[in-house]
């Protein structure tokens, strides 16, 4: 579940104080997957970044999980921890680490859940070509295994070794959707998700979000794809700012 309370959000601007959100309340339960829809501006993304505690509103709440957490009562180190586990977060201002694979970066949230430094070594030090015939333990068979199911499900397996860099638009962002969904987390929060996908990976990409929903992980995308916000199964428009 997520629940918001209460948030405000300003932001300082050459031309003044910018109002986004005001007062702003929501209530998501498990399972749902809700499409946010608003004029550009509206703070669509500014509302996906708070969710996932990247930003800090000025007043209000933001509750995730259940037991319910107070996200913005946790510390930095508590916060990026929690936000690996639980949250995967689509946006399109991601990058990736350039000098590891498709594969690899897809992989690496894995590893930094697992806190090892011995994995994190055998990770950098075994290229993904290796990996089939040099698999260390269970953990990087479980692991590889997924990251390659998952990069199959969004149509890009056939670039598992690639680096980032040899990606277009479209396969950088499914990229981008396979390491949020890696750690498994309950809530996925997608900006953009379609952006510069075609007709038929759109629907593979909602299609993948919509059995996640149906699994019962919370999924929201902001949107302007009326083709992506369809299939959703309810929609809410951010109200926009003051100006
Ligand atoms: N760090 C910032 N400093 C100043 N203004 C900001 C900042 N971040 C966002 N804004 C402003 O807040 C408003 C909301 O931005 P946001 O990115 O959330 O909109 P959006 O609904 O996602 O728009 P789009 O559909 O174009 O992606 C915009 O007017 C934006 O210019
Ligand atoms: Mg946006």
């Keep these: 579940m997520i629940e918001l309370k209460n948030i405000t959000k300003e932001f300082s601007t050459p031309r003044g104080r910018l109002s986004v959100l005001k007062d702003f309340n929501l209530k998501i339960e498990a399972g749902t997957f809700l499409g946010l829809e608003g004029k550009s501006g509206a703070g669509k993304s500014t509302l996906l970044s708070i969710i996932a505690g990247l930003q800090k509103p000025d ?83 479980k692991i590889t295994e997924r990251a390659l199911n998952l990069l199959e499900s969004l149509g890009i397996a056939g670039l598992a070794k690639s680096f980032p860099r040899d990606l277009s638009g479209g396969e950088n962002h499914r990229l981008l959707i396979a390491r949020a969904l890696m750690n498994n987390p309950d809530y996925i929060l997608a900006d953009e998700p379609t952006d510069s996908v075609d007709s038929e990976q759109t629907q593979a990409i909602i299609k993948i979000f919509r059995r996640l929903a149906d699994e019962g992980k919370t999924i929201l995308i902001a949107s302007h794809d009326k083709e992506a916000l369809k299939l959703c199964d309810i929609s809410m428009t951010v109200p926009g700012s003051n100006r």
């Design 59 to 141: 007043a209000g709440q933001v509750f995730l999980g259940q037991p319910q957490v107070n996200i913005l009562t946790l510390n930095d180190k508590e916060l990026s921890a929690f936000r690996n586990k639980n949250i995967g977060f689509i946006s399109q201002e991601q990058s990736f680490l350039e000098n590891l694979t498709v594969l690899d970066n897809v992989r690496l949230p894995a590893f930094l859940a697992k806190k090892s430094s011995t994995v994190i070594l055998n990770l950098f030090q075994h290229p993904s070509k290796e990996i089939p015939k040099q698999v260390r333990n269970d953990f990087d068979v």
